[in-house]
């Protein structure tokens, strides 16, 4: 560990505020307060079972979702703050609450949908005044909090304060905030949704999310942190760790031995882990008893829930598969096996009783995690693997739906397209409704020729990565992940699109 710390304390590569960050991860894993089950451990070792390195004694939620909305109407008697009374007031009391915002990554995972948090203070200032200020605040987001996970919301109705906040995006062309429009063809005009998917042709954002999808996912609301996590208002994620199918595949001896044996006790494993975790963070860590957001009505720990991550089920099926040559995405027995793990994951998910979990009922929600900067041959999620995607477009997008099913947290496709469809962000919007009314859940854009790309569901900047892979310091701590996940991933291999005939080549 004192090795650790000394190559922390002495890197060239890391900002000041990053080495702090990693020193306190270190400090907290000189613990040793959770309760780990052997079986977990086996797991975990061969690298089947993950814990996402949230540290060995949780003392804060992984993700927190505030509701902002409360906190416009009542202020803050912690940080003293009145209600806002106009656009300044409100842009300087985001700024203060966002820095008070605890997560995972130390820094904020969800700013709110901020379309209606501003719309309501524009009245009697130009466009331009307003431009100037959202620009002030969207670069302060960009440069102080600096961590492609922060995210925030707009849509699905249309606002003044959405268009203006895209305009600023495109223009501004920052890799922070990740963005999402949350999309209803019911309630989110055309014009609306096309300015947004152009805007994602120049920056890669914003994402699209299919609201119908996910607006019955729990009472109160929802909000996407994060890269692309559904969570509840007012609310968040306890935990989110993973089970890595690929590599439980490769301790089994055919897919019998990994159904009827593997896959149900690595499951168990992972879920008394989770559950361990959360006792620690609910019973032990005077979070929940401490937080002002808590005291504020801001939160509450009842709205929050224990997020069960799935990562590498293209890998595992290819895997299990190999002596035939069958291949996710290509297969109808490939895919069949693909729902059948599926299945079983979300079986034991529903029927197992997850610690403090009123908002789901008791049980844990399935994500599509989505991987992290070390993985090497676990494709994030249900995604099929770059390079081997379906030629046709639209045979990409049923297949995803297939398996966004599963995925109450969380699931997403990316991408690229060709230059070209700056031109046509219409025809782009056709082929979302088409997608989210199979059921695709969330999918995001950018183009082949842009800066700005996504990684796994958080934006980077090549630029960036190339800044870094030279030895030079970055602003965004997400361009270290970024700079090793795009090269192992071989992001620069995804499908490029074309609008033309709904195939794809490479670029």
């Known amino acids: 560990m004192?090795?650790?710390?000394?190559?922390?304390?002495?890197?060239?590569?890391?900002?000041?505020?990053?080495k702090i960050i990693a020193l306190a991860r270190q400090a907290e894993n000189t613990l040793d307060v959770l309760d780990v089950q052997p079986e977990f451990k086996h797991y975990f070792e061969r690298g089947a079972l993950c814990d996402m390195g949230e540290g060995n004694a949780?003392?804060?939620?992984?993700?927190?979702?505030?509701?902002?909305?409360?906190?416009?109407?009542?202020?803050?008697?912690?940080?003293?703050?009145?209600?806002?009374?106009?656009?300044?007031?409100?842009?300087?009391?985001?700024?203060?609450?966002?820095?008070?915002?605890?997560s995972i990554t130390t820094m904020p995972v969800y700013l709110g949908n901020i379309d209606k948090l501003i719309d309501p203070f524009l009245d009697g200032l130009s466009d331009e005044e307003v431009c100037r200020k959202l620009g002030n605040f969207l670069n302060y987001?960009?440069?102080?909090?600096?961590?492609?996970?922060?995210?925030?919301?707009?849509?699905?109705?249309?606002?003044?304060?959405?268009?203006?906040?895209?305009?600023?995006?495109?223009?501004?062309?920052?890799?922070?905030?990740?963005?999402?429009?949350?999309?209803d063809p019911d309630i989110t005009p055309d014009d609306f949704a096309e300015q947004a998917i152009e805007c994602s042709l120049y920056c890669a954002n914003p994402a699209i999310c299919n609201d119908k999808a996910h607006r019955g996912t729990y009472p109160g609301g929802y909000g996407i942190s994060s890269c692309f996590n559904i969570?509840?208002?007012?609310?968040?994620?306890?935990?989110?760790?993973?089970?890595?199918?690929?590599r439980l595949a490769r301790m089994a001896s055919g897919i019998d031995d990994f159904m009827d044996k593997l896959l149900p006790d690595a499951l168990e494993a992972l879920g008394i882990y989770m559950n361990e975790r959360i006792s620690?963070?609910?019973?032990?860590?005077?979070?929940?008893?401490?937080?002002?957001?808590?005291?504020?009505?801001?939160?509450?720990?009842?709205?929050?829930?224990?997020?069960?991550g799935v990562a590498g089920l293209c890998d595992c099926v290819n895997?299990?598969?190999?002596?035939?040559?069958?291949?996710?995405?290509?297969?109808?027995e490939a895919d069949d096996l693909a729902d059948r793990i599926m299945t079983c994951i979300s079986g034991f998910a529903a029927a197992f009783p997850a610690r403090y979990s009123e908002i789901a009922n008791g049980h844990f929600l399935l994500h599509a995690q989505a991987g992290l900067a070390t993985d090497v041959g676990v494709t994030a999620g249900v995604r099929i693997i770059v390079g081997d995607e379906p030629a046709n477009l639209l045979d990409h997008m049923r297949h995803s739906a297939r398996f966004h099913r599963f995925f109450p947290t969380g699931c997403s496709d990316i991408f690229p397209f060709d230059v070209t469809a700056r031109n046509n962000p219409g025809a782009v919007?056709?082929?979302?409704?088409?997608?989210?009314?199979?059921?695709?859940?969330?999918?995001?854009?950018?183009?082949?020729?842009?800066?700005?790309v996504r990684i796994t569901g958080y934006l980077v900047k090549?630029?960036?990565?190339?800044?870094?892979?030279?030895?030079?310091?970055?602003?965004q701590d997400t361009v270290q992940n970024g700079s090793s996940n795009y090269k192992l991933n071989r992001l620069k291999d995804r499908k490029v699109r074309s609008l033309d005939d709904g195939t794809s080549a490479n670029k």
């Open 2 to 18: 004192s090795d650790t710390i000394y190559e922390t304390l002495t890197s060239g590569r890391t900002t000041y505020r990053q």
């Open 58 to 102: 949780p003392y804060r939620p992984r993700y927190v979702m505030v509701d902002f909305e409360k906190f416009i109407k009542q202020g803050s008697a912690f940080l003293k703050l009145d209600p806002p009374r106009d656009l300044d007031e409100l842009l300087s009391s985001l700024q203060i609450l966002y820095f008070h915002t605890p």
């Open 141 to 183: 987001i960009d440069r102080t909090i600096a961590d492609g996970y922060c995210h925030a919301n707009i849509g699905p109705e249309p606002t003044r304060a959405g268009r203006l906040i895209l305009k600023m995006e495109k223009e501004l062309q920052n890799s922070v905030p990740n963005l999402t429009l949350k999309y």
């Open 231 to 246: 969570l509840p208002i007012r609310g968040g994620a306890y935990t989110l760790s993973r089970i890595v199918l690929p």
């Open 280 to 308: 620690f963070l609910v019973e032990k860590s005077m979070f929940f008893e401490s937080n002002f957001l808590v005291k504020e009505g801001l939160i509450e720990r009842e709205r929050f829930v224990g997020m069960f």
């Open 319 to 332: 895997l299990l598969l190999a002596d035939k040559g069958l291949r996710y995405g290509h297969s109808a």
């Open 429 to 452: 919007l056709d082929i979302v409704k088409g997608a989210f009314s199979l059921g695709d859940k969330y999918c995001s854009f950018y183009a082949s020729d842009g800066d700005l």
């Open 462 to 475: 090549r630029s960036e990565i190339e800044k870094y892979d030279v030895g030079e310091t970055v602003l």
